[in-house]
């Protein structure tokens, strides 16, 4: 049992990193991008590849690289592969294309991707996958097997508050009201000075970046990796979790991830099982994200926790504000 | 004084449709200069392609002896000439307050490096804004609002809050599209209150309107376009009788002139 919560756990908390890039590019930038879970796809790849073994050692697996370099090296690639991608694919797609465009293009993008990946064996040993990766640190801890999982939990733990911490000053720094005022009007931005597309290809590389390092996490996590284990889908389970959680909130997101998953861990576990038909449970949680996107859009459109609004306090009249109405009052206390 | 905005022989077309033809006019630095003409003469193309957000087929505008044809509107917008559209636009989902901190020149306090390793340092820069913009929306009645949502404000407000933000972003020139659009005549008169007050702060104002008597009242100089070019200019009351405006305006179409 507690090897399972630890599992979930650390799911989770991978996830919710996942889901706080994706809220950079969706929830901040107003881009709906649907090729995110392609940019923890190659963060994983990249890291599996940095840190695994030469592939001539292990046949008949055939990838690229193999050169057994320590995880912190194969994050720190995976993260720069991220970015590298993002920049390549913002630099096309967010130029001109907007709304539906935009989305129908990041779709292409991811489908493309897993198309090479898949077929050509000889990149990231398509369909059979990369397996056997190391777990991280654990050469020099030497941690008992029932003690590591807790260890890693609580590494990737101190990762996602470091990335929280990150983003909840990006958010309320210059730098993220600019990527606000984008998505609200982009015309408006443009007339007072912003240069729309830097700025959207700045939020989209940071996404990217995040969605890299968290891709290099889940590699670890899980110990072996192929195109089976990410496709377009995974990235509607994210949105899911945003529209719950709170679209733009860093808190709201992470709860959402978490609401989420266990929702889907729980309600699909007691569904019963159809002989001859193993893709019932897949299916109908497939469905069941799509109606809970839905039923939140209809009820609650901002989410458990909206976007924070920013507060000006004049130091100046924050006294006389007390004192001279009961609603600015409460305002300036809280 | 020498022009501030100068705009020479200037075409664009999109398709068959010719908006400017070979259109030129200057605009002197310190006034309020009006552009009026009927619906289709290309008054909003001009604005658009002074302010960069269309590119021109030919022609050449000077703002402050630089040509800015053909640049991106964010470079202009950079130069100090900043525009308004025919219907505002607000960062809706944005306060009030964050609507005007957007206005101001950004001076390098966007970089993301900045918002990571100095964010007291930020904040701190940015406290002469919020004295000032806390000190405009004071005067256009904004300010109980402050830590609203730009959105929730009336059309009215959000006009006022445009030329909140442009105060706060001091511009050399502003061209305004339509300022008046349904907006009443109350408000209108405090959104004129405004745009001289404006002027007598050092900027210089190229506004389209429709409403001639707002115009009249608050412009000094007029310019009159019909058919993608000007064809007259001067103070309105003195085009009044001039028979190539009259024409225009009455659906004539006059010869080349």
Redesign the interface.
């Known amino acids: 049992m507690i090897n399972y919560l630890v599992s979930i756990a650390t799911q989770g908390v991978i996830f919710a990193i996942f889901v706080l890039g994706l809220n950079v590019r969706w929830g901040w930038e107003g881009d709906l991008d649907i090729a995110y879970y392609a940019f923890i796809a190659i963060g994983a790849y990249i890291d599996a590849v940095l840190t695994l073994p030469p592939a001539g050692l292990r046949p008949p697996t055939e990838y690229i690289l193999g050169l057994r370099w320590p995880f912190v090296a194969g994050a720190l690639g995976a993260m720069l592969a991220g970015g590298l991608l993002s920049l390549v694919v913002g630099a096309i797609a967010l130029r001109k294309l907007r709304g539906d465009y935009f989305a129908i293009t990041t779709l292409a993008t991811a489908l493309i991707m897993q198309a090479v990946i898949s077929n050509d064996a000889r990149i990231f040993a398509g369909y059979n996958g990369l397996y056997g990766l190391s777990q991280p640190f654990n050469s020099v801890l030497r941690l008992d097997p029932h003690v590591y999982p807790v260890f890693y939990l609580a590494f990737c733990l101190a990762v996602l508050i470091a990335v929280y911490l990150f983003l909840e000053r990006l958010f309320w720094s210059p730098f993220g009201r600019a990527l606000r005022s984008v998505r609200e009007d982009e015309t408006a931005a443009a007339a007072f000075g912003r240069n729309v597309f830097a700025l959207k290809l700045k939020g989209y590389v940071i996404g990217g970046v995040i969605a890299g390092l968290g891709g290099a996490l889940f590699v670890h996590f899980l110990g072996a990796f192929n195109v089976s284990a990410w496709s377009p889908v995974e990235t509607l389970l994210l949105y899911a979790a945003i529209f719950v959680g709170g679209t733009g909130n860093n808190r709201g997101v992470i709860l959402g991830i978490f609401l989420v998953l266990i929702f889907f861990q729980e309600v699909t576990r007691f569904l019963p099982e159809i002989p001859g038909h193993p893709d019932f449970g897949p299916a109908v949680r497939e469905i069941l994200i799509g109606i809970l996107i839905l039923a939140v859009l209809r009820w609650r459109p901002q989410g458990i926790l909206p976007e924070p609004r920013a507060q000006d306090r004049d130091p100046a009249s924050a006294a006389g504000y007390a004192a001279g109405s009961a609603v600015a009052g409460t305002r300036a206390g809280g | 004084m020498p022009a501030l905005l100068d705009v020479r022989h200037l075409w664009k077309s999109f398709g068959g449709v010719h908006a400017v033809r070979d259109c030129s006019f200057d605009v002197e630095a310190g006034r309020i200069t009006g552009l009026i003409g009927p619906n289709g003469a290309g008054k909003s193309t001009a604005i658009d392609l002074i302010?960069g957000?269309l590119k021109p087929d030919a022609g050449v505008i000077r703002f402050a002896g630089l040509d800015v044809g053909g640049r991106?509107?964010?470079?202009v917008?950079?130069l100090g000439l900043?525009?308004?559209?025919q219907s505002p636009?607000?960062?809706?989902?944005?306060?009030v307050?964050?609507n005007m901190?957007?206005?101001a020149?950004?001076g390098g306090?966007?970089?993301?490096w900045?918002?990571?390793c100095t964010?007291a340092r930020?904040r701190e820069s940015?406290d002469a804004d919020?004295v000032q913009a806390?000190a405009i929306l004071g005067e256009f009645g904004l300010l109980?609002l402050?830590?609203d949502?730009a959105g929730n404000l009336s059309g009215g407000q959000k006009r006022l809050l445009e030329i909140a933000?442009i105060f706060q972003?001091r511009p050399r020139m502003v061209l305004m599209d339509e300022p008046l659009t349904g907006v009443n005549p109350v408000l209108g008169g405090r959104i004129g209150e405004g745009i001289k007050t404006l002027v007598a702060a050092g900027m210089t104002v190229l506004m389209v309107e429709h409403n001639l008597p707002f115009v009249e009242q608050v412009c000094g100089t007029v310019i009159v376009m019909a058919l993608g070019r000007p064809i007259a200019h001067g103070p309105l009351a003195a085009l009044r009788s001039d028979p190539a405006v009259v024409d225009a305006y009455l659906g004539q179409v006059p010869a080349r002139v």
């Open positions: 302010s957000f991106p509107a964010h470079r917008a950079r900043v525009r308004t559209f636009r607000v960062w809706a989902g944005l306060t307050m964050e901190l957007l206005a020149p950004e306090r966007e970089e993301v900045r918002a990571v964010p930020l940015e919020r806390r109980p402050k830590n949502p933000r972003a």
